[in-house]
């Protein structure tokens, strides 16, 4: 049992920080922030705090950008992608080791996670071999970004309850419904979207898979303003929206099946959330004063941050275990899903709890925040969002009691009719 | 990056389970929590002692097999498993621990031997009275090479042929006071009174000490680093015991779950308990994670070690009281009665959560050893 690099390891991880010292700026434990509102790190942060809402967008998507093209051009967007699409062909260590060192710095790459973490993969499983030419590289250079148009208004932890319709026309297909919560659609280039091909059939079998140019007429993307005020996500609208049935991916009725590589790999790209954690709190409780002093020096802080600890390196010690099982060649396990939901709660206990400490001043959020930086205020308000976004906790608890543990599954109504005589609550 | 027991190391954990099924099922479990006359499961302690488990970490010069502190976990993690009742973490964890770090060559060649083969059992005497040993609850004390006071809860001090006791060499009592003394359970001067414990497979006692002959052990004055690092190294291993436990606890909560039907299904489809045994899940795997880390640093004698062992510690206590507790509720009427096992486990892990320290305290080693870390 060790930490220790392997020689081969070790090689890698000086390559990478070399590259890192060369071309990002460290950050400090205060200074980290929580991710944007998505499982994914899209948010304004990367530009400077005087430049102000759209401008401020733009700025951080062409820092984004910027940095993505770097990475690229050093080999690491896509580490465990294969040589011929432009990745590293490294193994998931390496990619671990890349993700650890990557931590240190301030950099942001939350924009391209669901193109290169779960849509390109996709598409090597199920695409055809001009796609996977003409559509790969871009996506790790960041010269095209992609979303995913999965999620609907009656199809949420409920994912494959999806009503969009598709309807063959020829050799095309014409898409009407609504999509939401999909992240980067107001500045994606290509989205990758589930739809109902077939109502009269079972729920899981009539559905069919395609990518779309986001630029087809007909799409409208309308962003959602979030708790936090910020507006990561949208809804996506679809009306009378004609594409070719080349766009497919997969067999007409197999989108289930497709979705399902699309959704395994989710749990490798968004498993691993940083942001608010015990670092934070335990610096914070440094600076802040309680009755008896020093909130580091108060014992029911104490008792409390330990707790804190104990989470927070267990998840990072359980991904060490995983990525053991993955590099000696076995598959990762669900085990994984135990990441978000930890994290999540975590986050949201930490900064109420930091708020709490910080007395009066705790209700102030507003720009340039002397005060810690208003880092607990954004977590207090992200972590409600992240225990919903990617998995509900009851979701997840569920996904562990019944394929980790191998309890019974429950008890569904949707399993044995066709989709359009389920019952919706809209009928 | 190989954070995983070697194949050889599995190897050990699988034969030590199958041994333990064998040898320690809950029948025999049963009769020591049975029988006040009997401290601890003899038979099985002869034959744990004869395969070895005993002297796993013991140097070969000293008697033992001397195999690594990596074996230890992985034996500790089936005893814990196996609600196995021995003096093994007293002897083993503590006596020979501080033996193994403080003793003189001379102190290794004459206990650790016999330590090793199981023939003698050690343990340790530190707290006197209610709530946290700290210099000014410590009474017992060292005069002319004598000692005096009274212990208490000894564990395992009825059965130890050995104990090392904390006492005060000096006649202020104040963190550079506490001295390390091994005596004799055979001196007159030893008096051994039994008290029943909330895990009466987990034994204790009053150890009272009239003009006791005794050997200091390691240096005059160090008495409570001595203690902080031996504790730091069992909490590495008492938190494989406790994972062990726990996780036995989920294994038996799921079984009758699937077993027991209410409303016309089996009470495991319902979300209630599937999300709670979930939790228990998943506070089961932060605890291997920590305790995983804590054999690292264990096995590797590095500077984290303080840090890796609170956390460790601090982790499996809490997963084990929660899952043997949720065990009990999981079960519902049949939960709490003696008939069934639940209890076997409730008793333990509330039981090895004080042992060498309670949560509270550890939590607090925790946090004050990573603002130590901060600052160095």
Known sequence: MDFNDTPQEAEFRKKVRSFLEANAEKRSTLAAKPKGDSGSSISSAGAPETVKGEDAAKLALQNAKEWQRKKADAGFAAILWPKEFGGYGGTPIEQVIYAQEEHDYFVHSGYFEIGIGMLGPTMMAWGKDEDKKRFLPKMITGEEIWCQLFSEPSAGSDLAGIRMKAEKDGDEWVLNGQKVWTSGAHFADYGMIVARSDPTALKHKGLTYFYVDMKTPGIEAKPIKQISGSANFNEVFFNDVRIPDSQRIGAEGDGWKVSLTTLMNERLAVGDPPGLDFDQIFEASKEIEVEDGLAVKNSEVRQKMADWYIQSRGLQYTKYRSMTALSKGQTPGPELSISKLVTASKMQDVSSYALDLMDMSGMVHQDKNPILKNLFQNGYFFSAAMRIAGGTDEVLRNIIAERVLGLPQDERSDKKLPFNELPSGKN | ?376
Not at chain 2, 357 to 374: D, H
């Open chain 2, 1 to 376: 990056m190989n954070f995983d027991f070697s194949d050889d190391q599995k190897l050990l954990r699988d034969q030590a389970r199958k041994f333990l099924q064998d040898k320690c099922d809950r029948k025999s479990v049963r009769s020591i929590l049975e029988d006040n006359q009997k401290n601890y499961d003899a038979d099985l302690w002869s034959q744990i002692s004869e395969l070895g488990w005993t002297g796993t970490a013991i140097p070969e010069e000293y008697g033992g097999l001397g195999l690594g502190m990596l074996e230890l976990c992985v034996i500790a993690e089936e005893l814990g498993r196996a609600l196995a009742p021995t003096p093994f973490s007293s002897s083993i964890y503590i006596f020979a621990e501080f033996l193994k770090s403080y003793g003189t060559d001379e102190q290794k060649k004459k206990y650790l031997p016999h330590i090793a083969s199981g023939e003698k059992i050690g343990t340790f005497a530190l707290s006197e009275t209610n709530g946290k040993p700290k210099p000014n609850n410590i009474k017992t004390q060292h005069t002319s090479g004598k000692l005096n006071g009274s212990k208490n809860p000894v564990s395992d001090g009825e059965s130890a042929d050995y104990i090392i006791v904390a006492a005060n060499s000096d006649s202020n009592s104040n963190y550079n006071s506490l001295s390390l003394f091994i005596i004799d359970r055979s001196d007159p001067g030893v008096i051994i009174s039994n008290l029943d414990t909330i895990d009466p497979t987990r034994p204790a006692c009053t150890v009272d000490l009239e003009n006791v002959a005794c050997e200091r052990l390691g240096d005059e004055g160090s008495g409570w680093e001595m203690i902080d690092n031996i504790f730091n190294r069992a909490a590495v291993l008492f938190s494989f015991e406790q994972v062990g436990g726990a996780q036995v606890s989920l294994d038996e909560a799921k079984k009758y779950s699937l077993e027991r039907f209410a409303f016309g299904k089996q009470i495991g489809a319902f979300q209630a308990l599937k999300h709670k045994m979930a939790d228990m899940y998943v506070k089961i795997e932060l605890a291997r994670s920590n305790a995983y880390y804590g054999a690292w640093a264990l096995s590797t004698d590095s500077n984290e070690l303080p840090i890796a062992a609170a956390g460790a510690r601090v982790s499996a206590s809490e997963a084990y009281n929660y899952a043997s507790q949720e065990n009990i509720q999981i079960h519902g009427g049949v939960g709490f009665t003696w008939e069934y096992d639940c209890h076997l486990f409730y008793r333990r892990s509330k039981l090895l959560s004080l042992n060498i320290g309670s949560i509270r305290q550890w939590k607090e080693n925790l946090i004050s050893n990573l603002e130590k870390r901060n600052i160095v």
